[in-house]
């Protein structure tokens, strides 16, 4: 049974940062592309970064480039996701996701149909 488990969320002011990790268990981790996802009220889920299986290729949202950076450390089975210069509308629900097949490109695109596991979720909340 493939466990997806996020954390790290919180409460921070405009500016700051926050780093989210996710540990998959239950496949084999260096196999699968993986992603993060965020959904705020009223909003549709959106991509925000995914990587390769290999992790030599990643995908950021536009709005994130240059502030977020994905990274995975495949000796944890651990997914990270670096937010630095965090903007109020940067505050939603953010999940974790692994692809639903092995050796899959799914993080070229970053949509979550392509991914088959997730986690719980983890709030992250930016206040003024």
């Known amino acids: 049974q493939v466990q997806v488990v996020e954390s790290g969320g919180g409460l921070v002011q405009a500016g700051g940062s926050l780093r989210l990790s996710c540990t998959v268990s239950g496949l084999i981790f260096d196999e699968y592309a993986l992603g993060w996802f965020r959904q705020a009220p009223g909003k549709e889920r959106e991509g925000v970064s995914c990587?390769?299986?290999?992790?030599?290729?990643?995908y950021y949202k536009d709005s994130v480039k240059g502030r977020f950076t994905i990274s995975r450390d495949n000796a944890k089975n651990t997914l990270y996701l670096q937010m630095n210069s965090l903007q109020i509308e940067d505050g939603a629900m953010y999940y974790c996701?692994?692809?639903?097949?092995?050796?899959?490109?799914?993080?070229?695109?970053?949509?979550?149909?392509?991914?088959?596991?997730w986690g719980q979720g983890t709030q992250v909340t930016v206040s003024s």
């Open positions: 990587i390769s299986w290999s992790g030599g290729r990643q």
């Open positions: 996701a692994a692809e639903g097949v092995r050796y899959g490109v799914g993080d070229l695109w970053c949509r979550g149909n392509d991914f088959g596991y």
